[in-house]
């Protein structure tokens, strides 16, 4: 049995109001736990988790937002800025038509520009663009048994094979790790699947109640809820 992702999880300062931003850009119901119920593409959920630590680094992942048109385009900027976003720097070249903003507690996400012919048919969240080696993207192909559907120029993608959103690693060279990631994958597994997990390339980083925290080999941080029902 491989792993089932559960969720992308932000550490976020005030879990409440960010969980509002997210649920009014995508559109999302909120359930009373302000996790975000998915909608018919992406197939998880997104939690918002408190944590103390403040964010101090551009995050290692990030939701690329799709848009149909030019119009669609400016309106989902406009529609990020009106529930607190902004406008974000991280080195985008000025001729490049994507829009980089953050949301309320500075968590980076891109709305594409039309056309992009790599999102086509992703839905609205197209990706889950993250940072990793090809090995991250080999590794997560096992783990949820996603098939690999980009592997050129040291960078990859998965999907899951009902279609939906792209989860991508971009390549060398890497950000540095800086504190705990804010932005990371929740699984949902078996101990045996942990054990499994490991032998694929994970580290274990740490464990709490009914938590596994682990690393996988581009050292990102993910979590995985264990199933008490299977051993």
Request: net charge negative; glycine share 12%.
């Amino acid at each position: 049995m491989t792993s089932q992702l559960f969720a992308v999880c932000f550490a976020a300062g005030q879990p409440e109001r960010l969980a509002r931003f997210w649920s009014g850009l995508l559109g999302w119901e909120q359930a009373e736990d302000g996790t975000l119920l998915p909608d018919e593409d992406a197939g998880f959920r997104i939690r918002f988790v408190a944590t103390g630590e403040p964010k101090s680094s551009q995050n290692r992942a990030h939701f690329d937002l799709t848009s149909s048109s030019l119009a669609e385009q400016e309106r989902t900027v406009a529609r990020a800025l009106e529930l607190g976003g902004r406008h974000c720097d991280v080195g985008q070249l000025p001729e490049e038509e994507h829009v980089v903003l953050a949301d309320p507690e500075g968590n980076e996400f891109c709305v594409i520009e039309p056309g992009n012919k790599f999102l086509a048919g992703c839905g609205f969240v197209g990706a889950l663009a993250g940072e990793g080696l090809p090995e991250a993207g080999y590794f997560w192909s096992a783990a949820l048994g996603w098939p690999l559907v980009w592997d050129q120029d040291e960078e990859t993608a998965i999907q899951a094979p009902r279609g939906g959103p792209k989860f991508t690693w971009g390549g060398p060279p890497l950000m540095p790790k800086i504190g705990t990631d804010r932005v990371r994958l929740e699984l949902t597994a078996t101990a045996g699947e942990v054990d499994r997990l490991i032998s694929l390339g994970a580290t274990p980083i740490g464990a709490e109640p009914g938590h596994v925290r682990l690393a996988d080999p581009s050292g990102v941080d993910f979590s995985v809820r264990l199933d008490p029902g299977h051993g």
